[in-house]
């Protein structure tokens, strides 16, 4: 999905979500969202909703996409959705872990000597340790 549908598709949720915490009779199932999601999503939605199955009472060579949204029944099963394809693309985008820097504490750092080979830059002192070291240098 690209950003622009990702992002139009982000405000109708914040939308819907608005609207239904104000108003208890706020419609379950918004129409406009079917142009966003192809047959096979929608097909996956209702899978979904029945637990990995579709009943075998209801005939999706027959039906409509329109129809098929009207079978989901509620904004609630395509926001659901959505967001978890949007979790799993950004798993898939995130493959690597980034590197953790240890940070060591003010305390540690006073009682520890300095190291030559590596020493330590300002910006990876804290605040506080700088002032000092430039108050003694004055």
């Not at 966003?36 to 637990?51: E, N, V």
């Not at 959705?81 to 750092?109: F, G, L, M, R």
């Amino acid at each position: 999905m690209d950003k622009e549908t990702k992002a139009t598709l982000l405000k109708q949720f914040s939308i819907i979500l608005r609207n239904r915490s104000k108003d208890a009779k706020y419609p379950k199932l918004s129409q406009s969202l079917v142009e966003y999601y192809s047959r096979k999503d929608l097909i996956d939605i209702l899978k979904k909703k029945h637990d990995g199955k579709v009943p075998s009472e209801l005939n999706l060579m027959e039906c409509e996409n329109s129809e098929l949204l009207k079978l989901i029944g509620d904004d609630m099963f395509l926001i659901s959705y959505s967001t978890e394809q949007w979790s799993k693309d950004t798993q898939v985008n995130n493959t690597s872990v980034p590197q953790v820097q240890k940070i060591t504490p003010v305390a540690e750092k006073k009682t520890s000597t300095p190291d030559p080979k590596n020493p330590v830059k300002d910006e990876q002192k804290p605040n506080s340790q700088i002032n000092k070291e430039e108050k003694k240098d004055k």
